[in-house]
């Protein structure tokens, strides 16, 4: 698959809610995924430590009132997108946050994503 390729196929998983197929089809076994530093998740390495950040988040969320996703804007073998989410969380009450992601893509497979946003 092209970046370009990826990145739609990611965005329509995203948008149907399919985060955790989206790493079963998209992501390389040694993926690295950064959040902003000082953030619980920094780093995390490796496939399945990324679903595993996936589905914790996702167990952690109450309620999710909207979500959206932008179209990708693709440059060779990286690209970006915005999610915007307004979400009730078990522990910590209704938050509206705004992140662009960011994604590096190697023979056809999501290798790197790091993920911009305020924290708090």
């Given at each position: ?78 690209f970006s997108i915005v999610m915007d989410i307004d979400a009730t969380y078990k522990e910590h009450g209704r938050i509206k946050m705004s992140e662009i992601a960011v994604y590096e ?16």
């Amino acid at each position: 698959m092209t970046t370009q390729e990826v990145a739609n196929q990611l965005v329509k998983l995203c948008r149907e809610g399919k985060n955790d197929q989206a790493i079963d089809e998209l992501y390389a076994d040694n993926v690295v995924s950064r959040e902003p530093k000082g953030s619980p998740m920094e780093l995390t390495e490796g496939k399945a430590a990324v679903k595993d950040k996936t589905l914790r988040w996702e167990e952690s969320v109450q309620e999710i009132h909207s979500a959206t996703c932008s179209e990708p804007l693709v440059a060779d073998n990286h690209f970006s997108i915005v999610m915007d989410i307004d979400a009730t969380y078990k522990e910590h009450g209704r938050i509206k946050m705004s992140e662009i992601a960011v994604y590096e893509v190697k023979e056809g497979k999501i290798v790197a994503d790091e993920f911009f946003y305020r924290m708090g």
